[in-house]
């Protein structure tokens, strides 16, 4: 499996790579056993998947993960709105404001959200969008964070990824997960026509989780952690042409 990261820092940026090759390499071991666990086989995919060194972070950043993937669905599946937010009432980071540059306009977009845990307890989060807008096509970056300017930075850096990913494309890809870049980077208007009218704030629900759990790693002495929210279909499902990362 393969991992990648980006930040200022040089360390960070290869902490995040490594992690995620961890992270995926478990979820291929775990996928792969004789009687993999019922949430594998229900959602075949890293969604809601973290690993890190530290347990509390670590289920912190699953459940960001579980929340993030939950908005996707309810933004396109079930055509909940989320507000548009003008750039110039954004604070970006130097880093961030690079990242503009390589498109030719970018659309900002951004929602509350409210997250019920297993024990009852809500928490609330930030879930931060960006649209690229390069050629013919559009590249979507998404962070569910509490800090703004690193749910902005997050979110764009994942715009530019696909952005460069889709540059790299010789042709149209076999995966369903590259395939969806290539076609919305193809085509923008397959995107737009399932984002629903963002100019008002729709009232969204509560998400809640339904799965969550914590392992220990026994070669890295690392954690593997995966929340689940309720009610959403995973990214995993509805095809090449569902405009869901």
């Known amino acids: 499996p393969l991992g990648s990261g980006l930040n200022r820092s040089r360390d960070v940026a290869r902490t995040i790579a490594v992690s995620e090759m961890i992270e995926r390499r478990l979820f291929d071991r775990l996928c792969n056993s004789s009687e993999p666990q019922k949430d594998l086989v ?23 993960e579980a929340l ?65 807008i390069f050629g013919n096509g559009v590249f979507p970056g998404s962070r569910v964070a509490t800090s703004k300017q690193e749910g902005w930075e997050h979110a764009l850096v994942e715009s530019w990824r696909h952005l460069i990913e889709f540059k790299n494309m010789k042709q149209k890809p076999v995966d369903m997960v590259n395939a969806r870049i290539w076609n919305f980077g193809s085509d923008r208007s397959l995107a737009f026509s399932q984002i629903p009218e963002s100019e008002k704030d729709f009232d969204w629900p509560t998400a809640s989780l339904s ?35």
């Open 211 to 245: 799965i969550q759990w914590l392992k220990v790693e026994p070669i890295t002495n690392g954690y593997l952690a995966r929340s689940l929210c309720k009610g959403y279909l995973g990214w995993h499902d509805g095809g090449e042409s569902r405009f869901v990362y």
């Open 42 to 64: 229900d959602f075949p995919s890293t969604c809601g998947l973290a690993f890190g060194f530290d347990s509390p972070l670590t289920i912190e950043r699953s459940k960001k």
């Open 68 to 132: 993030e993937r939950w908005a996707w669905s309810k933004w396109i599946d079930e055509k909940i709105g989320i507000p548009v937010i003008e750039p110039d009432k954004i604070e970006l980071s130097t880093l961030a404001q690079k990242l503009i540059g390589e498109f030719s306009s970018i659309t900002f977009l951004k929602k509350n959200l409210r997250l019920r845990g297993l024990d009852g307890h809500v928490d609330t989060y930030d879930l931060f969008l960006c649209l690229g």
